[in-house]
């Protein structure tokens, strides 16, 4: 008898179980449980007169990501030029000033050389997004521009403009320095930056101060051509550079 009776108990628990299982499956959709595959970054294709460079986008730079993809697509970084290269430390663009216009005979006409380039945006600025120590000025770095502190203390990038840095190469005594003039603003140059520096070399005095928001994939020695151009007093190449058409890869 007693057997019997649990025999029954075994039978009704199993039972019921099997019905909460079922009710929990019916009222939770667990297809949702599965992980998301996750997205690719965001690749931008630039073609210049010089070559092509490819550039990824940091995700854990939204505002700078969204809004770079908003300006290539735009359209607002074709046909403009490279303004303010200096060697050994990076190549600047993206100023809608320094716009190529065509002339009807089918000649590009580029800003007047005593033209002041650097000045141009778009009427807004971006809150920094600084993402130490992942995103430091390593060689390839993408990066905003801005203006200096003394007229931009909250440290707000351009809308526009961008520059890619090549920089120097670097030896221990050197980044020393460097790393102690950062430890004084309380930015920490980590190990692991520190031996990018010494094998790859870059600008690292511009961290924690300027928004790395991407890195080059492609056109390294597009780069590096292009940063080593003779210029003029304003740091502009004497044979333009031309950005001729970003776009957003798929």
Known sequence: MCLRRA???????????????????????????TAKPKQKPA???????????????????????????????DGVLDSTLFHRVIKDFMIQGGDPDSRVHATPDGQLLSPPRDKQLGDG????????????PWLFHERGALAAAREGDDVNPEQRSSSTQFYIVYGRSWG????????????????EMTYDMWQTYLMKGGSPHLDGTYTVFGHVIEGMKVVKNIQSQPT????????????????VEK
């Open 172 to 187: 221990e005594n050197s980044l020393g320095k460097v790393r102690a003039s950062l430890a004084e603003n309380d930015i």
């Open 121 to 132: 945006d778009l009427g807004y600025t971006l809150p920094p997004e600084f993402d130490l």
């Open 43 to 73: 690749v931008v294709r630039m073609e210049t007169t010089a070559g092509l460079i490819r550039v990824q986008l940091s995700d854990e730079t939204p505002i700078h990501r969204d809004n770079f993809l908003k300006i290539v697509r």
């Open 7 to 33: 025999c029954r108990y075994i039978v009704a628990t199993s039972f019921i179980l099997l019905c909460s299982l079922l009710c929990v499956s019916l009222l939770f959709d667990t297809s949702s449980l």
């Open 232 to 247: 003029d007093s304003l740091d502009r190449p004497l044979q333009d550079v031309i950005l001729l058409r970003a776009t």
